[in-house]
C-alpha cells in the first residue's frame, strides 16, 4: 500500500486553498486530442482558466463543446494530452493513478446527472462508503455521515435505499456523499438533468448554500440558463475553446 | 480497512445469496468428493489393520519367490511341500502352530443348493494359525489328514446358505468331484475388505485336497504363527534358515522364498488402499478445478454488472489495488464458503456410508483444513483475473457504463 507516502507528497492541508495561495484549479493551454491523422478529435483545443477556492463556477455549452472532457480533468479521472492542470499548486500530469486516487479521496466530491448511489445500500452506507477509504473509524463515520444528511435535510432517512427515495432525495444523498469527506472542489455534472423544475431548483439553492455557508468551491455542468444563474461565473465552451466568460456576481 | 473489505464482501455475497450458493455448487461437491474419498479410504485402512491383527499379529506367511512383496514371481520358485511342514515342525520349536495353505474355487453342492467357493486345503492347526474358531464340530484329526479322508470344516456362508436352519455336522457335501462329511462349522469372520466372503469357504485336509481335488503335491503358502509377539522376529529367522538349507540356497544369495510377517502384508494393502485413495481424491480434485472456473465466469459477469459501482468508487477514491482487493476477497471469501460447505456436506456423507459399506468412520482434521485451505485458494486463483479487470476499468467510462 503506497497510500501513506502518496499522501505525504499531497499535503492534506486544506489551509492554503484560500485566496492567498495559488488558485485551486489553473488550467494553463490544456488540450485533450483524441485519435490521430484524419480521425483526430480534439475535445480541449488549448483551453486557460482559473478557478478560486471559494467560487461557484458554471461551465457550459452543447455536446460536444469540451465541457465533460474539462469536468473529468477537473476530477483528475483524465489528463491533459498537451499542457497543463495544476490542482492546488500540483501539476497533476505528475502524478500516479493512486496519488490521483488519493487526490479524489481527498479533496474532491462527485455529483452526477445519474445520481450514482450504490443501489440496494442504505443512504447511510453509501455516506461512509468515501469514508471508509479515508480509514475513518466506525464512530467517526457515522458521526460524519449523519452531519452530511442533516446538511442535505434528509435527516431520518439514513436507513432508505435509493429505491426507496425520491430523485430529488436521490440527489441529496448523492450531495451529502459528496461533501461528507469535506471537499476543496465539488464538480456536479448536469446535476438537475434528471429532476423536474421545482426540484432542480431545491437541488440548485442547497447547491449555492453549501458554496455561501461552507465556502465550498463549486463548479457545475449545465447548459440551462437558469439552472447556471445560481453560479457567480460562467465559462462558455465551443469545438474544445472557452468562447465567453461572464462574471454574473451581480446577479446573485 | 480489511475488516470493512470482508464486510463489503459478505454484504455483496448476501445480497445474491442463490447465485453465490450455485456459483459454489462445484466447490462444495469437490470438497464434499474428496472428503468421503478420504475418509472412507483412512477408514478402510483402519479396517484392514484390524482385520489383520485378526487374522493373527503373530502370524508369518511363507511364500515362494525371490520378490519381497506379495505376488512376486512366485512362479519361477519351486512351491513348498508337506514334507517342508514336516521339517519345520521338527527343527523349530517355537512354532505354536503350522499350516500349509491352497486354495483354488470349486462347485459346492448340498441337496438343491450349489455355489462357487473357496476351497481351502490345510491342516487341523489351520484354525490355531488363522485364530478362527469352530462354532460347532470339530477340526481334523492327524489320521484323517494322514489318510487323505473326506471330511471337511466349512465357512459361516456355507451353513447360512446351504443348511438354513440346520446343523450340517454329519451332512455330506459335494465338492468339486468328491462327496465329503461335515466336520466342524468355522465362525463368522464378518465382510472382508474388497467385497470378498471370508466365509465363503470349505477347508478339507490337505491330502484330500492334493489327491482328489488338486492333482498335485504343490503347497503355495504356509501359514506359522509364534507363541508371542515379540517371538515374531527370532521364529521369522530360524524358519529361514531352516527353508534356506532345504531349498539349498547358497550362502550369500537372496532366498527363492518369503517369510513375510502381517504387518508386512498389512503394508501392502495400506499402500494400495493409499494409491486408491489418491487417486479418486485426484479425480474429485478435478470438480475443484472445475468449480474454480464457475467462480471465474460468476466474477467476471460481476464486474460487468458492477460497473458502474466499480466507477464510482474509483471517482470517490478508491485506488486500483483496493477495488481488486475487494473483488479477490469476495472471490476466495465465496470460494472458502463453499469449501466450508463441502467440508460438512462430506463429513455427513461419509458419516452415513461408512456403517453402509462396513468401515468406521475415521474423521482426519487435516484433510479437512487442507481441503478448506485449498478451497480459498481456487477462489484467490480464479478471482484474480476478473479481480484486475474490475481494478483497470477507466472510470470515466465506467460511470456512463449504462
Not at chain 1, 486544506?14 to 488540450?31: A, I, K, T
Not at chain 1, 487526490?103 to 452526477?112: A, D, I, M, S
Not at chain 2, 484474480?384 to 481494478?391: F, G, Q, T
Request: with cysteine.
Amino acid at each position: 500500500m503506497t497510500s501513506s507516502s502518496a499522501l505525504a507528497d499531497l499535503s492534506l492541508d486544506r489551509s492554503d486553498d484560500g485566496v492567498s495561495g495559488p488558485p485551486l484549479v489553473r488550467f494553463e493551454n490544456v488540450y485533450k486530442i483524441y485519435g490521430d491523422g484524419e480521425s483526430q478529435v480534439r475535445a480541449l483545443d488549448g483551453v486557460s482558466f482559473e478557478i478560486k477556492s471559494g467560487e461557484f463556477v458554471a461551465v457550459m455549452g452543447a455536446s460536444g463543446s469540451g465541457k465533460s472532457t474539462t469536468m473529468n480533468m477537473l476530477g483528475c479521472l483524465d489528463v491533459p494530452t498537451r499542457g497543463q492542470y495544476f490542482f492546488r499548486g500540483i501539476d497533476v500530469a505528475t502524478l500516479s493513478s493512486d496519488q490521483l486516487a488519493l487526490l479524489r479521496r481527498y479533496f474532491l466530491g462527485f455529483v452526477f446527472q445519474g445520481f450514482n448511489l450504490l443501489a440496494r445500500t442504505s443512504a447511510l452506507e453509501n455516506l461512509e462508503l468515501p469514508l471508509i477509504y479515508q480509514r475513518l473509524d466506525k464512530a467517526t463515520r457515522r458521526r460524519r455521515a449523519m452531519e452530511a444528511l442533516d446538511t442535505v435535510g434528509l435527516l431520518g432517512r439514513e436507513h432508505h435505499t435509493p429505491a426507496e427515495l425520491s430523485g430529488g432525495q436521490q440527489q441529496r444523498v448523492a450531495i451529502a456523499r459528496a461533501i461528507v469527506t469535506r471537499p476543496s472542489l465539488l464538480l456536479a455534472d448536469e446535476p438537475t438533468g434528471n429532476l423536474d423544475s421545482a426540484r432542480s431548483h431545491e437541488i440548485m439553492q442547497l447547491l449555492a448554500n453549501l458554496n455561501k455557508e461552507h465556502g465550498l468551491t463549486v463548479v457545475l455542468v449545465t447548459h440551462e440558463d437558469d439552472i447556471a444563474a445560481y453560479a457567480h461565473r460562467r465559462l462558455e465552451f465551443r469545438d474544445g475553446k472557452i468562447i465567453g466568460e461572464t462574471d454574473v456576481q451581480h446577479a446573485a | 480497512m480489511i475488516g470493512n473489505t470482508l464486510i463489503m464482501a459478505l454484504n455483496e455475497i448476501r445480497r445474491n445469496i442463490l447465485r453465490s450458493g450455485l456459483t459454489v455448487l462445484g466447490i462444495v461437491i469437490g470438497v464434499a468428493a474428496v472428503i468421503i474419498i478420504v475418509t472412507l479410504g483412512s477408514g478402510t485402512t483402519a479396517q484392514v489393520g484390524s482385520e489383520i491383527s485378526k487374522m493373527g499379529s503373530n502370524m508369518l506367511t511363507l511364500m515362494p519367490g525371490g520378490n519381497r512383496r506379495m505376488g512376486g514371481a512366485a512362479g519361477s520358485s519351486p512351491p513348498f511341500e508337506m514334507a517342508d511342514v514336516e521339517a519345520l515342525r521338527r527343527e523349530v520349536p517355537d512354532i505354536a502352530a503350522i499350516a500349509p495353505y491352497a486354495q483354488r474355487t470349486a462347485q459346492v453342492i448340498a441337496g438343491n443348493e450349489n455355489r462357487q467357493s473357496n476351497v481351502v486345503g490345510t491342516t487341523g492347526e489351520f484354525i490355531i494359525v488363522r485364530n478362527w474358531n469352530l462354532t460347532s464340530g470339530r477340526t481334523f484329526t492327524l489320521a484323517e489328514e494322514q489318510s487323505g479322508k473326506a471330511v471337511c470344516i466349512v465357512g459361516s456362508t456355507i451353513q447360512t446358505d446351504m443348511f438354513p436352519g440346520q446343523d450340517p455336522i454329519g451332512a455330506s457335501i459335494r465338492v468339486g468331484k468328491i462327496s465329503c462329511e461335515v466336520i466342524g462349522v468355522l465362525e463368522s469372520k464378518g465382510q472382508v475388505m474388497f467385497g470378498g466372503d471370508q466365509d465363503l469357504v470349505v477347508a478339507l485336509p490337505i491330502r484330500t485336497y492334493q489327491r482328489r481335488l488338486a492333482g498335485s503335491d504343490r503347497i503355495p503358502q504356509i501359514f506359522i504363527s509364534a507363541f508371542t509377539p515379540e517371538g515374531l522376529g527370532p521364529l521369522k529367522e530360524e524358519v529361514t534358515n531352516v527353508m534356506r538349507e532345504r531349498r539349498r540356497v547358497p550362502e550369500g544369495e537372496e532366498s527363492n522364498f518369503n517369510v513375510l510377517d502381517m504387518t508386512e502384508v498389512s503394508e501392502v494393502m495400506e499402500s494400495t488402499i493409499g494409491v486408491m485413495t489418491t487417486f479418486l481424491s485426484a479425480i474429485a480434485g478435478v470438480s475443484l478445478l472445475v468449480g474454480g472456473i464457475g467462480i471465474m465466469n460468476i466474477m467476471l459477469v460481476s464486474v460487468t454488472e458492477r460497473t458502474r459501482e466499480i466507477g464510482i468508487r474509483l471517482a470517490i477514491g478508491a485506488t486500483e489495488q483496493e477495488v481488486m482487493m475487494q473483488f479477490l476477497v469476495e472471490a476466495a471469501m465465496l470460494s472458502a464458503f463453499g469449501g466450508f460447505a463441502g467440508i460438512v456436506i462430506g463429513l455427513a456423507g461419509a458419516a452415513a456410508v461408512a456403517p453402509a459399506i462396513n468401515v468406521p468412520f475415521v474423521f482426519e482434521p487435516f484433510t479437512a483444513f487442507l481441503a478448506f485451505a485449498f478451497s480459498a485458494i481456487v477462489g484467490v486463483v480464479f478471482g484474480y483475473m476478473p479481480a484486475r479487470r474490475a481494478a483497470r476499468l477507466n472510470p470515466i467510462e465506467a460511470l456512463r457504463h449504462e
